[in-house]
């Protein structure tokens, strides 16, 4: 987790609107936004996700070892 929360931490001082981004367990915005970005794990626990949710759907663009590697592609994705 400690990697997640680097990662929204670097995003509240870039400026990023909280709305724009979901990072389970770390930034779960309420009500949940009609669109952002997204990282979680996957639902085996083996290994993360990241994708977009839009209109109501969740979008998977890359699935990723590491909770490192997720949050590094995160960053590319937002």
């Known amino acids: ?3 997640r929360a680097a990662l929204a931490r ?3 001082e870039a400026g990023v609107p909280g709305d724009h ?15 952002f970005v997204c990282l979680r794990s996957l639902k085996d ?3 993360w996700e990241t994708g ?3 209109r109501g ?3 998977p663009v ?4 590491t909770e490192a590697e997720a949050c ?3 960053r590319t994705l937002i």
């Open 1 to 3: 987790m400690e990697r």
């Open 10 to 12: 670097a995003l509240r």
């Open 21 to 35: 981004y979901w990072i389970e367990g770390v930034h779960e915005p309420a009500p949940t936004p009609p669109d």
């Open 45 to 47: 626990g083996d290994g």
């Open 52 to 54: 977009v949710y839009e």
């Open 57 to 59: 759907v969740y979008e």
């Open 62 to 65: 890359a699935t990723h070892a």
């Open 72 to 74: 590094e592609g995160f």
